[in-house]
């Protein structure tokens, strides 16, 4: 641990050492502060129990900007996260270097592909299980990034979230493994890690591969994760597997999937177009690492498949977006699964806002 310490302290007096870059850039006030908000309400109906609910899923805030040419923050806080009040983002990212950054605060950490989706970049009203019950981590700690191009950027049909060209990211780091809530008297020998590459091929396909340790209560987990993505001419289609082991067999490991297809079609009168899609997710029995009172870790989430099908209208530009949801899930467990109030077959039909 000892070392863990002083390789951590070093990493980050030596970033705080290094040139800075675009010194001589002059900021704006618009580089200061950028400010964002995403609200997303929701009507559910389940088609079994004939009962339904309206729902404010998301009201989020944030604040981000960059006070040096190296060195940028970002406030996020929910003000609805089904109901209740939660602070997201929290940190400060220094980049001494082109295409190299440190983060430091609370953040998402770097594991996964749909985990990380802010919920204007969701393609479903729900998410994924990979992304809500077995992957869905955010904590306070340190991690580091390096983007390196392996081609230049070029023109082309591709509709990629990122730039053209060829380029590798690799994302690692330490964190406290308390969580979002339990930080001022929380202290540990013991550091949840991961890490992550990812790749984006000529700005349409995405590879991404990643791994990470977690130790809730006294239970050590190893999870590896591994899918790919591509998002070009209107389509976007994706797969991702994740598998989740527990130290001593403690309990029996998980495995989840999830797979999607879209595809976004024009439209000239009302809405901007219409994104057609389809998903497949599944995930074995899930325990989320805390024992009971008797010591043993239990199901929290009863193995299952599931089958969604849905359209959405689009509506604004790039900085104003909006989106109407429209999905139906269908459920599929074992006969011995109690199934959780809300994972049940249901239509849902959500607006999401995003300024």
Avoid at 28 to 37: E, K, P, R, S, V
Avoid at 250 to 269: E, H, T
Avoid at 342 to 348: G, N, P
């Amino acid at each position: 641990m000892r070392r863990n310490f002083l390789g951590m302290t070093a990493a980050i007096l030596f970033t705080a050492v290094l040139p800075q870059p675009s010194m001589g850039q002059k900021l704006t006030a618009a580089d200061y502060l950028t400010f964002n908000g995403t609200v997303r309400a929701k009507y559910e109906y389940k088609t079994e129990d004939d009962e339904g609910r309206f729902e404010v899923r998301n009201c989020r805030l944030s604040a981000s900007g960059r006070i040096l040419p190296a060195v940028a923050y970002k406030a996020e806080i929910d003000l609805s996260d089904e109901g209740e009040i939660k602070m997201r983002d929290a940190y400060v990212e220094l980049s001494p270097l082109d295409g190299l950054d440190l983060t430091v605060g609370q953040m998402r950490v770097p594991f996964t592909i749909d985990a990380h989706r802010s919920p204007h970049r969701q393609y479903f009203a729900n998410r994924s299980f990979i992304a809500k019950q077995v992957a869905n981590i955010r904590d306070v700690g340190v991690m580091a990034g390096y983007t390196f191009r392996l081609s230049e950027d070029k023109d082309g049909p591709g509709e990629s979230p990122s730039a053209a060209g060829t380029s590798v990211t690799l994302e690692g780091g330490f964190f406290n493994g308390s969580g979002l809530t339990d930080q001022k008297d929380y202290w540990t020998k013991s550091y949840n890690y991961s890490l992550k590459a990812s790749a984006m091929i000529d700005g349409q396909m995405g590879v991404v591969v990643s791994c990470m340790h977690m130790r809730p209560a006294m239970t050590g987990i190893m999870m590896w994760n591994g899918g790919a993505y591509w998002h070009a001419h209107g389509w976007h289609v994706e797969a991702e597997y994740l598998h989740k082991e527990y130290s001593g067999g403690a309990f029996k490991a998980v495995n989840a999937v999830d797979a999607f297809v879209a595809k976004r079609l024009p439209m000239r009168k009302v809405f901007d177009g219409v994104s057609l899609l389809g998903r497949y997710d599944y995930m074995d029995d899930h325990s989320d690492g805390t024992p009971d009172d008797s010591g043993r870790l239990t199901v929290n989430d009863p193995r299952r498949h599931r089958i969604t099908a849905g359209a959405t209208l689009h509506l604004g530009g790039k900085s104003l977006k909006t989106d109407i949801r429209l999905n139906y899930e269908k459920y599929f467990y074992g006969s011995d699964a109690t199934p959780n109030v809300s994972e049940r077959d249901k239509i849902v039909v959500e607006l999401m806002c995003r300024f």
